[in-house]
């Protein structure tokens, strides 16, 4: 879809007096990304991921007690950490965008691709263990059975922010494809409740997507799209609750941690190398970024995982 054409749509949903999510989520289910958000793979697979830079750092995801910052309208990132072994996950979101139906299909293209799913897990969790909380997320009856099951609680309306959880309760905080989407000042309170929130030994784990959402697609453009663009032009353009984008840089991450007193054990930056040869030709950035290096500005996805100093805790 061109990427204008979408930005005016979310615009107009935004705008509308009632019914904005629940218009919204009908044209992506219809026309949008949503149409296959009942293939839970590709999540689970990115769960796998996250689960082995976890256990490189010492903190696997079995017995963990995890915290989910933006549920979003499916819990397959949850699901993903239930099956590697997590003794529970609360999940937290501003907004009330789970949709049970979604879940249940998830749940149901699971439990007709056991054997995949265990391959995708394997070397992540105990074999057994996992067979047995497949077999019994299998076995729900319904969209509370599978929040009972997983040992999901999902808060919503939720703060992640101002969580209300008590000191030293979570061994892992995790994110997917969600900090690009909340202001810098929220960000930073976040991460200063993670700080509170973390366990010794716990870790912050997340897989942030710095590009422009609508090169998504509209493959006609580059993820670096909307750098070219002011302040004031890009919330025109994209500045609603279906739109926003922070457009935070590598390196706007790196200073945020930092301020907030983290120490980052594992920085994971892939640089997109169509936008880099396009700033090398002449591709124009708006002032606010033309002091960023080129890699800097062409880095499309950031993993950063990082836990409290001890300074920081005290």
């Not at 995801?61 to 996950?89: D, W």
């Not at 007709?112 to 009856?141: C, H, M, Q, Y």
Request: glycine share 6%; with cysteine.
């Amino acid at each position: 879809m061109n990427w204008k054409l979408k930005s005016r749509i979310q615009r107009a949903c935004a705008n509308l007096p009632l019914f904005q999510e629940q218009a919204y989520y009908v044209l992506q289910r219809t026309f949008g990304s949503l149409r296959n958000l009942q293939n839970p793979f590709p999540m689970l697979e990115a769960c796998a991921q996250l689960a082995g830079i976890l256990e490189n750092a010492g903190r696997p995801v079995a017995g963990a007690r995890v915290m989910e910052v933006g549920t979003g309208r499916a819990i397959n990132m949850p699901l993903g950490f239930f099956l590697c072994g997590a003794e529970s996950v609360v999940t937290f979101d501003l907004h009330r965008y789970l949709k049970p139906s979604l879940v249940m299909g998830s749940v149901r293209v699971l439990s007709e691709n056991k054997e995949r799913v265990l391959r995708i897990f394997e070397g992540r969790t105990e074999p057994a263990s996992l067979r047995e909380r497949l077999d019994s997320l299998s076995s729900a009856s319904s969209f509370d059975d599978v929040l009972h099951r997983a040992k999901i609680e999902y808060r919503a309306p939720g703060d992640a922010a101002c969580t209300g959880l008590p000191d030293h309760s979570i061994d892992i905080q995790i994110s997917y494809t969600v900090f690009e989407h909340i202001p810098r000042q929220v960000l930073k309170n976040i991460l200063l409740e993670a700080s509170r929130l973390l366990a010794p030994g716990g870790f912050t784990l997340h897989h942030i997507d710095p590009s422009d959402h609508f090169s998504h697609d509209d493959r006609s453009i580059l993820p670096i799209n909307f750098l070219q663009y002011s302040e004031e032009d890009w919330a025109r353009l994209a500045g609603n609750q279906f739109g926003y984008h922070n457009r935070m840089r590598a390196s706007e991450f790196a200073d945020l941690y930092s301020e907030c007193g983290h120490e980052t054990r594992f920085w994971k930056p892939r640089i997109d190398q169509a936008s880099l040869e396009a700033i090398r030709n002449g591709f124009l950035v708006d002032a606010r970024f033309r002091h960023y290096p080129i890699d800097v500005l062409s880095t499309v996805v950031l993993q950063v995982l990082s836990r409290p100093r001890a300074e920081a805790r005290s």
